[in-house]
């Protein structure tokens, strides 16, 4: 099983700032098969980024996905209020699926 | 545009079987490129999947929960089930359905998911 490991795993800071979110894989996992979500209190989750770097449709392109050797990155250029909330990476690339235990962006 | 619902008790007693209902709307589930996951959410934890089930009847289960998992479709109704045998207090969590994107070498991960439906395991 692939075990995605998220950091940090609280990100304070204001809006107008800058977020970088990591999301490594214990394993190769290939930029095809790497998704992103949002979920804020009582929601689901909602996909922002598949394929590494492919925004979801209705994505705000302050939204960005990249990748890096083992690791993944989802950047908020410019937070707005409305981005703070709890961020999970999935993999798709070995059975079972699996997620990240996600990064929790609040308000600082 | 594609909506999905939950449906299902959401209370059901230990060694009991847990038995949900995902309704498709806006969308025919039998139009291919697309499989039906089923995803909990344990209070306050993260997100764990539990399988998904292609329109053609083809499913995948997570391994760790294969044993007591059982996806299966309906067409004719637009609606996917998941029962889950021998539960727990463990397998009290959120539950949703969601559209999973996947086609030959590619993911286009999960689009569009239902509001959730909460299953306690309690006697």
Same mark, same amino acid.
């Given at each position: ?26 394993? +190769? ?10 979920? @804020?209190?009582?929601?689901?989750? =909602? ?7 492919? =925004? ?9 996905? +990249? @990748? +890096? ?8 250029? +410019? ?24 990064? @929790?962006?609040?308000? @600082? | ?29 039998? !139009? ?29 289960? !997570? ?13 004719? !109704? !637009? ?45």
């Amino acid at each position: 099983e692939i075990v995605l490991t998220q950091s940090p795993g609280t990100l304070s800071l204001s809006p107008g700032e800058r977020a970088t979110l990591s999301c490594r894989a214990s394993q +190769s996992v290939g930029s095809t098969y790497l998704a992103w979500y949002q979920q @804020k209190p009582g929601q689901a989750p =909602r996909l922002l980024i598949y394929a590494a770097s492919s =925004r979801a449709t209705g994505i705000p392109d302050r939204f960005s996905g +990249s @990748k +890096s050797g083992a690791d993944f990155t989802l950047t908020i250029s +410019s937070l707005e209020p409305e981005d703070f909330g709890l961020y999970y990476c999935q993999q798709y690339g070995d059975s079972p699926l699996t997620f990240g235990g996600g990064t @929790k962006v609040e308000i @600082k | 545009q594609v909506q999905l619902q939950e449906s299902g008790p959401g209370l059901v007693k230990p060694s009991q079987t847990l038995s949900l209902t995902c309704t498709v709307s806006g969308g025919s589930i039998s !139009n291919g490129g697309y499989y039906w996951s089923w995803i909990r959410q344990h209070p306050g934890k993260g997100l764990e999947w539990i399988g998904y089930i292609y329109y053609s009847g083809n499913t995948y289960y !997570n391994p760790s929960l294969k044993s007591r998992v059982t996806i299966s479709v309906d067409t004719s !109704n !637009n609606q996917f089930s998941l029962r889950l045998t021998s539960v727990t207090a463990a397998d009290t969590a959120m539950y949703y359905c969601a559209r999973t994107g996947i086609a030959s070498r590619s993911y286009f991960g999960m689009d569009v998911w239902g509001q959730g439906t909460t299953v306690t395991v309690s006697s």
